[in-house]
């Protein structure tokens, strides 16, 4: 290495493992950030003892300003390397890790010469608070780029410096939205809130980064005082209780503690930057040693291994959805919201009608710019001579849950298709054996089977048979990646993964309510452990005509007897559609009726509720549904929505002890019958930590 010339840092064009330098003719260097043998950006400790090497020298041989930015084009940091943060965790060594990375920020923003984050892409938790660190930031006005602190998914929060330095910056309420929520910001609503100094092209973001460095920016007034006041020692007695409160509404503190210890945090620490800085360590380390932050962490590499099941061929270009109802309606909005030409077809154009209608309330919430809103909407087109079909590369039937007439249909349309087109079934629970009977090419049809509302459910299962070819099952999971969602491959027995787990669940909620238990108790029971809704509102949701016609595949084949409640479907009340079901419904909403003051549920409602969809789930382990414990439990929280924080279901037998588990399952089969019976399974070593 050089000695400095000119007062010239001496390492200009230097090329480290993870870092390289460009001095530009300003005066400005440029730092960028490769992580050697990654696709993207990620901090592990490696990288920041690296970079704090960096930063120590030139503290000490400062330059006119310092840039520092990606070197990746797929985005700016990702944030921490999950992975290694995991391994920390199982050596007890987070603390020290935690420590690193607050040392190494600090010491970017203690450099004596204006430091500026040039970002572009995604910019994520470490990312976000490295951004943060430095003295101003500057975003590419590409629609790629996101900045976010989503910490508090994984069951911890900003703990590089981030929750420290966010709410003097945007001000309290600004900082705890985004970090309470996890929520992305595009470039211009961080702008908004004064997280970014400036936007730019990319083509000039690092010039203009440049820019910033020598000349400063000045940030409103405004932004100012609304930084320093929100955070003074009474407005943080004032906020955080109301931020608590805020957040009660979504989450108990039991379940994640992680928003609560943010807010406490912060409402209770003063002095300088080190002090805060050791309050955020202290609380994130003991966070991320919580069953709650393991599970989670656990459920982010579930997802990414979803993410991971396709590839990107699938030779798709043309879907055609038949049947218009509220699924196949929604399935072929969402398929051309994602890019994909779609034609719909229905026995009548109402249905099709309706349907479109439903598919315009989408783009108008999905696609912000309005002036792409028509060519996103021009993608999909009624077609109520089916003759979509002849076109297409993927063909998904959405019709009527019965055999006779999904084959009927198959025998009208097969014909009709291309050579290597594919056709899929969204059954929620017929067997594929059943439906394969009569189809002229088995190896290129499948089970496509999405969750409602498709918009908002991340899973789709893709069904298997003997005869599906392997090829099939690839290109359907890469489509299903291509449409953001996650796939998860499934036998075709009946109720396939989640339907036939969620089943007894719903089942038993329906015999309770048909005891005389109310409504509102069985859901708060449910609610309590961790569900997202409780399962009578959830009938009522799917409705109850859906629920009763699974019911009649299900239950036979489980050798379980469906209640009257949710057999006996009467006209006009078939739940949230209808507006009365087991609820009323008004604006969407379920009308629950107040449960009395001195009303007290059974104390095993828990037990009864849970426990069922725990014994069906080990049952699918041991019957094959699906080849690990791993992808069951990605399937059914990813499916159904079970408590994240408990990570599953097989987890769920795993963290308390499969014995105990059983023990509690038995209970139930002396007190209330056979239908508690322990399903085959519960011996598996996989059920053992």
Known sequence: MTAALDGLPAFDGLRARHWHTELREDGVLVLSFDREGSPVNTFAQEVLIELDGLLERLALDPPKGLVLRSAKSSGFVAGADIKEFQSFDEKGTVGDAIRRGQQVFQRLAELPCPTVAAIH???????TEIALACRYRVASGDASTRIGLPEVKLGIYPGWGGSVRLPPLVGAPAAFDMMLTGRTLSASAARAIGLVDKIAEPAVLVDTAAGIALRGAERPFKQRFMGWASNTWPARKILAPMLVKQVARKARKEHYPAPYALISTWERTGGGVQAKLAAERKSVVKLSSTPTARN?????????????????EHGIKHVH???AGVMGGDIAAW??????????????QRFIDGALERAQELFAKKVKDEAKRPAVAARLKGDLGGEG???????IEAIIEKPEAKRELYDQIEPRMKPDALLTTNTSS???????EHIRRPAQFGGLHYF???????????????????????????FCKAIDKLPVPVAGTPGFLVNRVLFPYMLEAGTAFAEGIPGPAIDKAAVKFGMPMGPIELIDTVGLDVAAGVGAELAPFLGLTVPPALSNVEPGKRGKKDGQGLYKWENGRAQKPELSKDYKAPNDLEDRLILPLINEAVACLHDGVVSDGDLLDAGVIFGTGFAPFRGGPIQYVRENGPDAVLARLKQLQARYGDRFAPRPG????LLRK
């Open 296 to 312: 989670l962490i656990r459920v982010f590499f579930l997802q990414e291994r979803l993410k991971g099941q396709g590839g990107k």
């Open 389 to 395: 079909a002849d076109l297409a590369d993927l063909v």
């Open 335 to 348: 398929s051309a919201y994602k890019g994909f030409e779609v034609t719909l077809s229905d026995r009548e």
């Open 682 to 685: 519960w011996d598996s070593p």
């Open 430 to 436: 017929i067997p594929l054996d059943e439906l394969r």
């Open 452 to 478: 409602n509302p498709v918009a908002l459910m991340p899973l789709v299962e893709i069904i298997r048979h003997d005869r599906m070819a392997p090829g099939t099952e690839q290109r359907l999971a890469a």
């Open 321 to 323: 959805v038949v049947g």
């Open 121 to 127: 892409g995604f910019c994520m938790g470490g990312g």
